[in-house]
């Protein structure tokens, strides 16, 4: 027992060095103070870590969401973040109780990597302005990617690497007297407040709704994930959309950053060898002390080391090698994928992702609907699945037929439509009154008119 407690506790320490710069880059990214990114990862830690749901899966303020809050900022003010976020929090835990958080794992793969494409892009494009900068921002910026690169290459690697390039090109900033951005820092006090639900209009209530579906989904497929790495107790989706809820809730009442469940430290805690829930409950803890203690230390990061963390954030959410995989596997689901990063970056997120899953479906509609016509020496031999999809060309094979009698053979038909019955019923009738005749065989049990059409085998 007290070997699973030092394990959660040596665990805690690492996701607590892995999500202290994460969270303070999320929320310069978005545009919010400093320290709210903070106090999303103490209420992540503390409040949903102590939560039914999942035991390895870690959550706070994520790179994901950084698009969605940066906009949210920019049309309705950081006032209004804290009314978003409560709506988005209470949304989440209704759907929990309502049992969709299962649901959520019921989409396309494609579109699951089309929308983590288009958040890396979006998110590596907002962060060129400050790597930009200045000669000098830039190579603290590449400084910055390369040790952590270099860093996953070490043959120990106790400290993470973001937090080894952070403090190193800090050092470097700070000995060189560099005249670079750094974060600038504000007091809870002044920060930290209640929502005004007076700000509350259409426009924020559709930033709600977007922020809950995108914050759920992100949770749900970061803890089917996570479940995938270690043999311990499986996460319970339906609680854990609600411990999610309950976590962004209070968040929105502190007017903080909304949260998810975090891939990047979930699946550090994991590697760091947690057993129990303790080690995320512990990392909010460290978190907490440190806002509390030592806030005045994120003063002397540069925004430009900070922006070339998210930049390799969003890098890795661009997924080059699964979408090789795919390429390989299925070239219309890449399809899918691009079209659906490529509208996040033309568009928003929220349309993109729609039109993403109408492309899935349709993409899926299309392969269902497999229809095999063969042209047979008395007739046709239909196989698969008759929708209206594949109508024109059982059309087409049709009113190429001209024989005296026909044979329509549908035993091999898992499923024929009211689309393609009515045309084979009309088409019979037509070849009747022609003075042909037609014999259609294993027709019992289609499902659709055809009641009709006459004999069958």
């Known amino acids: 027992m007290m070997k699973k407690h030092w394990a959660d506790l040596g665990a805690s320490v690492v996701v607590f ?16 103070p400093a320290e709210l990114g903070i106090v999303t990862g103490v209420v992540g830690g503390i409040v949903v870590g102590l939560l039914p749901g999942s035991t390895m899966q870690v959550s706070g303020p994520a790179a994901g969401l950084t698009v969605l809050v940066a906009d949210a900022v920019g049309r309705h003010g950081i006032e209004a973040l804290g009314v978003i976020v ?15 958080g299962r649901w959520f794992r019921a989409i396309s793969p494609s579109v699951v990597q089309g929308m983590l494409a288009g958040i890396g892009l979006v998110l590596i494009s907002g962060q060129l302005k400050p790597v930009l900068a200045s000669p000098v921002a830039l190579a603290l910026g590449l400084l910055t990617v390369v040790i952590m690169l270099l860093w996953q290459r070490a043959p120990v ?75 311990g107790p499986r996460t319970q989706y339906n609680r854990e959309l609600v411990a999610q809820g309950v976590g962004n809730t209070i968040c929105g009442l502190l007017g903080a950053l909304p949260m998810t469940a975090v891939i990047v430290r979930s699946a550090a ?35 430009a080391v900070l922006a070339a963390v998210l930049v390799h954030a969003g ?16 070239r219309a689901e890449v399809a899918v994928l691009v079209l ?41 031999a239909l196989r698969g699945n008759a929708t209206f999809l594949r109508l024109p060309r059982l059309l087409d094979e049709l009113e190429r037929l001209d024989r005296a009698h026909v ?28 003075g042909r005749t037609v014999e259609l065989v294993g027709r019992q049990g289609l499902g659709v008119a055809l009641g009709r059409s006459g004999a069958s085998g």
């Open 17 to 32: 060095l892995v999500a202290l710069p994460l969270c303070v880059g999320v929320a310069v990214a978005s545009g919010v």
């Open 157 to 231: 690697r106790v400290v993470p690497g973001v937090l080894v390039g952070v403090v190193v090109c800090t050092a470097v900033a700070a000995l060189l007297e560099s005249p670079v951005d750094r974060i600038a820092v504000g007091t809870l006090s002044a920060d930290v407040h209640l929502p005004d639900l007076g700000l509350l209009d259409a426009g924020v209530l559709g930033a709600v709704v977007v922020f809950a579906l995108v914050a759920s989904a992100e949770s749900m497929f970061s803890a089917a994930a996570v479940d995938r790495m270690h043999d």
């Open 315 to 330: 890098w890795k959410l661009l997924g080059a090698g699964p979408l090789v995989a795919l390429w390989r596997k299925d």
């Open 407 to 434: 044979r329509m053979d549908l035993s091999e038909v898992r499923h024929l439509d009211q689309a393609c019955g009515q045309a084979i019923d009309q088409w019979v009738d037509e070849s009747r009154r022609a």
């Open 86 to 100: 409560l709506g988005a929090g209470l949304l989440q835990v209704v759907l929990g109780l309502a049992r969709c």
């Open 269 to 303: 805690n994991v590697s760091a060898g947690a057993r129990t829930k303790a080690s995320r409950v512990l990392h909010g803890v460290w978190l907490l002390l440190f806002v509390v203690a030592a806030p005045g230390l994120l003063t002397l990061i540069p925004v």
């Open 340 to 380: 659906t990063a490529g509208l996040i970056v033309a568009t928003d997120l929220l349309t993109g992702t729609l039109v993403g899953l109408l492309a899935a479906v349709v993409k899926t509609a299309w392969d269902v609907s497999r229809l095999s016509v063969v042209v047979t020496a008395d007739g046709l």
